[in-house]
T-cell receptor, first 114, second 109 residues
Framework: NAGVTQTPKFQVLKTGQSMTLQCAQDMNHEYMSWYRQDPGMGLRLIHYSVGAGITDQGEVPNGYNVSRSTTEDFPLRLLSAAPSQTSVYFCASSYLSGRVYEQYFGPGTRLTVT | ELKVEQNPLFLSMQEGKNYTIYCNYS?????LYWYRQDPGKSLESLFV?????AVKQEGRLMASLDTKARLSTLHITAAVHDLSATYFCAVNRGSRLTFGEGTQLTVNP
């Protein structure tokens, strides 16, 4: 299994540009999430999905869209990039094992918006 | 709104010393996670604590959970340089996690 993969690893955008961060998992996990990590703020939830076709907003959804057309893929779209979206983005997938949500994190995408 | 707070945020300690990182959370939860992150890397799962009084140990790290106090601790025993990293606690809401700010630990020789 490749686990959770994210592309690209690094990206530089100009203000106003749009792009899609890709996330894929090959473990057939039901749940997937996007987090952003900023210094001193831990990881904050952007959007999440509890299954194909079902998505919902997290703590900081503004400026981002998601879709989940398949179990495997959960892309994150930046509609019009802003410098405030400079961050490291982590995708995670998980499944429920007993009472524990076993979480698997991707390697991250480092995004800079100039 | 669920809030998770860690302290200290920065910790510099000498090898061989003991220390504790604290994680407070604002609403009832019986599932708490600890993660480690090395610079430029993703998150590595350390512990999942499931119930009041739960204690787990791995090497020089021991985590505990007090659900009544809404407090988890990560205790470091006889620190070594390899433990230098950022440590996060996180609380479950369904499949989603709410993270603390992270504690950046530096262990000096």
């Amino acid at each position: 299994n490749a686990g959770v993969t994210q592309t690209p690893k690094f990206q530089v955008l100009k203000t106003g540009q749009s792009m899609t961060l890709q996330c894929a998992q090959d473990m057939n996990h039901e749940y997937m999430s996007w987090y952003r990590q900023d210094p001193g703020m831990g990881l904050r939830l952007i959007h999440y999905s509890v299954g194909a076709g079902i998505t919902d907003q997290g703590e900081v959804p503004n400026g981002y869209n998601v879709s989940r057309s398949t179990t495997e893929d959960f892309p994150l779209r930046l509609l019009s990039a802003a410098p405030s979206q400079t961050s490291v983005y982590f995708c995670a997938s998980s499944y429920l094992s007993g009472r524990v949500y076993e979480q698997y994190f991707g390697p991250g995408t480092r995004l800079t918006v100039t | 709104e669920l809030k998770v707070e860690q302290n200290p945020l920065f910790l510099s300690m000498q090898e061989g010393k003991n220390y504790t990182i604290y994680c407070n959370y604002s609403t009832t939860s019986d599932r708490l996670y600890w993660y480690r992150q090395d610079p430029g890397k993703s998150l590595e799962s350390l512990f999942v604590l499931l119930s009041n009084g739960a204690v787990k140990q791995e090497g020089r790290l021991m985590a505990s959970l007090d659900t009544k106090a809404r407090l988890s601790t990560l205790h470091i025993t006889a620190a070594v340089h390899d433990l230098s990293a950022t440590y996060f606690c996180a609380v479950n809401r369904g499949s989603r996690l709410t993270f603390g700010e992270g504690t950046q630990l530096t262990v000096n020789p």
